[in-house]
């Protein structure tokens, strides 16, 4: 698949279909109004529905807290290329797809939904203008480990990927479209804790929506710190782990970088020993890593820092 340094890209606007349709009538009945502080309507009436065999409008208004403007990217980033390489449609057999309404038009969804499933994990795809989409090898890879484990899983398109409407809009609109679908997978499931995972690009907008959710754990893999400020994001009140995960030959997070995120985050860091920021070779060592700690398992997954030669867990 065609990941790594370029970053990756998505779109996101949004409505849910499912074979089980079932769930999605039973989420859409206990919908309720969502409020916060300074709280900026997303829609008049945003909706949860089936694409396919069933298709219903919730009747309530969603109300979502603002989401601070926080650093703008930095002039570090290259030129995206005019027709950016992106990976293959992949679909896992235990998701459904799903439309979830979002304030500039509809979300593409692919969501995981099994029964009693006690985590649900949001995850964030790549730069959009660099080919990046909810198809790109990390995602999947965390969404397939996840699922495995029995957690519910939500991966999905920024706006202006695939079929996600709208246009890319530097980080704010597409952290709207992130807060967007998690309120929407919180309906379906929302006995379940909440945690994000984002990886690059999606990293840096996973961190500016967690202090607008209820989040349990986030992890940023592979942040791209050289080109996004993440220490212009509070440093508390975004979740209650963080765990940070980085190759430690990505030039778009260095270890360097990746120690003082970490340290400005209070994170677990973990690095993946010959890893660039595509993880190409990698994706099973990190899934081996992330997959305990955001489902905040006991037995999680050691990793050693170099400048520690202790082994440490991630969580």
């Known amino acids: ?30 919908f309720r109004r969502i409020t916060g502080e300074a709280g900026t309507a997303l829609g008049t009436r945003p909706t949860l529905r089936a694409v396919g065999r069933d298709a219903r409008a919730d009747p309530s208004p969603m109300v979502a807290r603002a989401t601070p403007s926080y650093a703008r990217p930095s002039s570090m980033r290259p030129p995206p290329s005019s027709a950016p390489p992106t990976s293959p449609p992949t679909h896992l057999p235990a998701e459904a797809t799903f439309e979830i309404d979002g304030d500039v038009g509809l979300i593409e969804a692919r969501l995981a939904l099994p029964e009693g499933a006690s985590h649900l994990v949001v995850l964030a795809h790549p730069h959009p203008l660099y080919g990046g989409s909810m198809h790109d090898g990390v995602i999947v890879t965390l969404a397939r480990e996840l699922g495995a484990r029995g957690a519910a899983t939500a991966r999905f398109q920024f706006r202006g990927v695939g079929r996600s409407e709208g246009r890319h809009d530097g980080g704010a609109g597409e952290t709207r479209d992130l807060i967007r679908v998690a309120e929407a997978a919180m309906r379906l499931r929302p006995r ?13 907008i996973a961190a500016r929506a967690a202090s607008s959710l209820p989040i349990d754990r986030l992890v940023l893999v592979a942040p791209a710190a050289a080109m996004f400020d993440f220490t212009a994001l509070p440093r508390a009140g975004l979740a209650d782990e963080i765990g940070v995960v980085v190759g430690d030959r990505d030039v778009f997070c260095t270890v360097e970088r990746a120690r003082a995120l970490a340290a400005h985050f209070g994170a677990r ?23 305990p700690f955001l489902l905040g398992e006991a037995d999680g997954v050691v990793t050693r820092d170099e400048a520690n030669p202790e082994l440490s867990p991630l969580r």
């Open 1 to 30: 698949d065609a990941a790594g340094a370029g970053e990756r890209a998505g779109d996101g606007a949004a409505q849910a279909s499912a074979s089980d349709s079932g769930a999605a009538t039973d989420a859409i009945a206990s």
């Open 192 to 204: 379940a804790r909440l945690s994000l995972a984002g990886y690059s690009f999606g990293a840096w």
């Open 269 to 291: 860091l973990a690095l993946l020993p010959g890893a660039d920021h595509s993880l190409l070779t990698s994706r099973r060592s990190l899934g081996a890593r992330v997959t």
